[in-house]
Structures are given as C-alpha cells and as structure tokens.
C-alpha cells in the first residue's frame, strides 16, 4: 500500500458533492429525481460570453497567460470590483484563479502554517474548514443560530482571535444560509480585526445575489480594514459560469504575490480561453445580472412561502445566493417505515429514497439542525418538490 501524507489524510470526502452523485446515479437509472441540491446556476452562459470565447479559439488564443492571469483581465477585474466596493484595486492586487475555489486554496496557503489558527464561522460552505485542514492549520468553528440570522458577533470574534489566529474567513451573502451581514455588523467585525491586526478572507462569491437589501464588503470600511481584507470571488455564480473555471482574489500587493508564486508552481494561469470568456463577462453587458437575479428572487419567495407553510419547519429568510437553510429537527426522532429520522444525514437520504428529491444535510456544514434545498433550478420544479417535502413530512411518525 502507497502511504498517503498526513495533509489529504486530514482532508473529508466532500458530502454535498456524495449525495449529488447518488442523485444523479439515480437520475440516470431513469428515477425521476428533483435536484435541489445543486450549487450552480441552471441558466445558460450569456451568448456574447461563449461568443468571445470561440473568437479567442479562432484567433489561436491557445498558449500559457501569465501565472496571475492575463494583464487586461487583472486590470479589468481590479478595476471592476475595486468600483462595486467603492474602493481601489491596482492591477498587481488582483490575481486570476482557476475559479473561487483555487483563490481561497492560494489565500489560505499563503498566510497560515501548520499549526496555525483560522476562524470559520458555522455553518461554514464545506471546503472552507477543509483547505484550512489540508495545509496542516486548524479551524476553529465558531457557532451561530437562526435566532441571530446565522452571523457571528463581534464578542464573539474577539473572544476566538488568539495569537496563533492568521486568518478568518468571512462569507457574505453565505452558502449555506443565504445570510447576508449588514454594514453595521461588518463594521463591528472590522473594529475587532482592526484593533488585533487580524486578517480576514472574505468570499464575496455571491456578491451579486442579493434580495431586497445591499450587498456590502467588509473591504470597504475604511483603509484600515481594507489592508487587513482579501477578497474571493469568481465569474461563477454571476454570470453562470461554473464550468469554465475563473475566480479572482483581490488584497495586498504582497499577499497578492505570495499567492502568486503558489500558483505558477501548481496551476500555472488558468484556462486562457476561459480567461477570453471572463473578460468579456466583465467588460460587456451586464443586463443578464440583473434578469437572473430577479428570476432567483422569485423562485427564492416560493420556495421560502411553501416551506413556512409546513408543519414544524422553521424557514429564516435567506438574504443572497440561492440557498434555503429550513430547520428540520422537529422531525428527528420520528420514522419513516423501520428506519428512524436520526439527524440531517437520514432526513436528506430518506426524503431522496422516497420522494426523490434531492437536498444537502445540514452536517455537512457544520449545521445538523438545517437541510440545504437549492432554488437554482426551475419554478416548476421547486413547486413539485415542495409538494413532495410536504408529502415526506407527513409520512413520518
Ligand atoms: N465559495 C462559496 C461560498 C461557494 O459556494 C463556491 C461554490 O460553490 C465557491 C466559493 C467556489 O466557486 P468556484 O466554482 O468559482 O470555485
């Protein structure tokens, strides 16, 4: 037997990504499975997207980009996210990644060592706590509730910060729970990172899903914060764009750097294509933003309207992405047939096994009490699996 490091040894299989394989496996068995468990949008990527990239293609845009990405998307990108946060960005701030995923990978390795703290509020999204583990540094969870709409306290932040702590990682408009900080509570966050020099990686994916309130970057509270933040995101969820693989991180020229070389040893610059692609997602029109936003929004209201409807499920309203975090503990203990509901694992496993609908458990991010349902798939579709959950409800006893 090969012996593996004690690095991925560390590392979890990912349970949102097991539970999506068995739906799809079941889907095409021919089972007629409805997907909420997925973390991409269901739209297409824009025309004049895939448009730029086939010109790119037909123009023999085909050799390596530069490590941090090519020159005119840095500056496009620093100059666009730098304007949306009201504040800025130079160009060797920003670094292209091959999608959100590798920014908060590169961030991660480039400020903590082994042994070191990094502070993830619960519910965390899955791979925050698992990068942090797979370069030897610890996380440390910090609990939230529903009550308090799933946001840590600046108390609480204080009291977590030790001098082994590098880095905390902040998401906002969050996956799992749709919760969005305020301005107020970023603030309060930002006086405690501030006063103990503290950084922090704020993935700002879902920067631009957000419903019915302001999206606000703790970058843009003030200079000294802003020298204490990297920020993630990608073109990923914005402009559906899962697949093609381009994120950013922006932040300090020398964390910028540091991550920089970490990437022309592992990656390299990312896809150059898709790199053509991000570009013109960026620089072109942004009209499609706002219709899918607005069509998430209404597939958000149905979705949260029904669930409240349910007996016993307690729905908090999600603020951003595509996320309802319904709490469903009032069912555990019950059964359906022999088989007892025990936590989040076996609500999710029985409600797919028997009504065919697919969601993610709660332990999964850290969270037993709650199931993710994903409202990024059609209104139809959202209805008849509402109708399904309720049928499932009523079948434990
Ligand atoms: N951060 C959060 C909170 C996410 O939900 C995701 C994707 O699901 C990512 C980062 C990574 O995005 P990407 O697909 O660009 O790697």
């Known amino acids: 037997m090969i012996k593996l490091s004690q690095n991925t040894q560390r590392i979890g299989e990912s349970a949102t990504m097991a539970i999506s394989a068995r739906a799809k496996a079941m889907k095409k068995a021919g089972q007629d499975v409805i997907a909420l468990a997925a973390g991409e949008p269901d739209f297409d990527t824009p025309a004049h997207i895939v448009a730029a990239a086939k010109q790119a293609l037909d123009q023999g845009f085909t050799r390596y980009t530069p490590a941090s990405g090519m020159p005119e998307l840095r500056a496009a990108w620093a100059e666009q996210v730098g304007r949306r946060r009201g504040v800025a960005y130079q160009p060797n701030q920003l670094m292209v990644t091959a999608g959100g995923k590798q920014s908060l990978f590169n961030i991660v390795y480039a400020l903590a060592d082994p042994g070191d703290e990094v502070i993830v509020p619960a519910p965390y999204w899955v791979s925050h706590p698992e990068q942090v583990r797979a370069i030897g540094a610890v996380p440390v969870i910090l609990e939230t509730s529903s009550d308090r709409d799933f946001k840590i306290s600046p108390q609480q932040l204080r009291e977590a910060i030790t001098d082994r702590t590098r880095l905390l990682i902040l998401n906002s408009p969050s996956n799992p729970t749709g919760s969005v900080y305020t301005q107020d509570e970023l603030k309060g966050l930002a006086d405690v990172l501030v006063e103990k020099q503290a950084p922090v990686l704020s993935d700002e994916v879902y920067d631009e899903l957000v419903y ?87 597939r958000r209201q149905t979705m949260i309207q029904r669930l409240r409807a349910m007996p016993d499920i307690i729905c908090p309203e999600p603020h ?78």
């Not at 093609?244 to 040893?265: K, N, T």
């Not at 009490?369 to 079948?395: K, P």
């Open 212 to 298: 019915g309130g302001e999206f606000t970057s703790i970058a843009s509270l003030g200079k000294e914060i802003y020298d204490l933040t990297i920020v993630s995101g990608a073109v990923s969820k914005t402009y559906a764009m899962t697949g093609w693989r381009i994120g950013y991180a922006a932040g300090p020229v020398e964390v910028i750097a540091a991550a920089g070389r970490l990437q022309s040893h592992s990656t390299s610059g990312p896809n150059s294509v898709a790199q053509k692609a991000a570009l013109a997602a960026i620089t072109g029109d942004q009209s499609m933003v706002e219709v899918m936003r607005q069509e998430f929004d209404r």
């Open 320 to 397: 951003g992405a595509f996320y309802a975090f319904p709490r469903v503990s009032a069912y555990y203990g019950r059964r359906c047939g022999d088989q007892v509901v025990d936590g989040s694992m076996a609500f999710s496993s029985l409600l797919l096994e028997h009504e065919k609908v697919a969601t993610i458990p709660g332990l999964a991010f850290g969270d037993d009490a709650h199931v993710r349902l994903s409202y990024a798939t059609g209104m139809a579709q959202i209805e008849e699996a509402m109708d399904r959950i309720e049928r499932f409800l009523n079948r434990l006893v």
